[in-house]
């Protein structure tokens, strides 16, 4: 059983930095590719980064790149996504997620499992 618990976020005002974490246990994941999504207020979950375990490839949203970075430790198999400059924009419920295929992806609905979401707050 593949489980992920969060950790991190919080509040922090605008241009100011934060680290989500995300361990992930109960398999192997060098096959996996993991993810990053957020949801806002009123607003549908969105796309925010993703990682190939295996190569380390990422790729970003264009609303988050230069800004975030996405990455894992094998050895504590947990994946971070920091977070700087952050904008009020940027405040959302972030949710990790593992999916089962060494490709990376965007679309929500190809990820597997999820991470129990945690609060992200940018004050202006």
């Known amino acids: 059983q593949v489980q992920l618990v969060q950790s991190g976020g919080g509040l922090v005002q605008a241009g100011g930095s934060l680290r989500l974490s995300c361990a992930a246990s109960g398999r192997t994941f060098s096959s996996f590719a993991m993810g990053w999504f957020r949801q806002a207020p009123g607003k549908e979950r969105e796309f925010v980064a993703t990682i190939k375990w295996s190569s380390g490839s990422t790729w970003y949203a264009d609303s988050v790149k230069d800004r975030f970075t996405i990455s894992r430790d094998f050895g504590l198999n947990t994946v971070y996504l920091q977070m700087n400059s952050l904008k009020p924009e940027d405040t959302a419920v972030y949710y990790c997620?593992?999916?089962?295929?060494?490709?990376?992806?965007?679309?929500?609905?190809?990820?597997?499992?999820w991470g129990q979401g945690t609060q992200v707050t940018v004050s202006s």
């Open positions: 997620a593992a999916r089962r295929s060494m490709v990376a992806i965007s679309a929500q609905e190809m990820y597997d499992y």
